[in-house]
């Protein structure tokens, strides 16, 4: 149960962030987008409360914060026609290698 409250927190991060980006562009959905930003981050965070009744501080915050900037970064780059490189990647491929570094070292 404690990964489905940090995937779903982790989730709720991106989709949050997302509509960060999609409001900040303006235009007739910007209220909806904000609304959704708002909606977003309150549900992630009260699943990542859940979440950190079940991991060590550092581990899930890592976890969480990687995995969503890992996902972010590829959400970029397909939608928002952001700019990607091999220094951005070989950083995104270092995030994730940290993450699985993390729970191999037995921190639960």
Do not use: P, R
Not at 90 to 102: N, W
């Amino acid at each position: 149960m404690k990964w489905i409250y940090l995937l779903a927190s982790i989730a709720f991060e991106v989709l949050g962030t997302t509509a960060m980006k999609m409001a900040s562009q303006g235009g007739k959905n910007a209220m909806i987008w904000n609304v959704t930003v708002w909606v977003a981050y309150i549900i992630c965070f009260g699943l990542l409360q859940y979440a950190m009744k079940y991991f060590e501080l550092g581990t899930v915050y890592a976890i969480w914060s990687g995995v969503g900037i890992s996902i972010l970064a590829v959400i970029g780059y397909f939608v928002f026609e952001d700019s990607f490189s091999a220094l951005k990647i070989g950083s995104i491929a270092l995030i994730i290698v940290g993450i699985i570094g993390l729970n191999m070292s037995g921190a639960h």
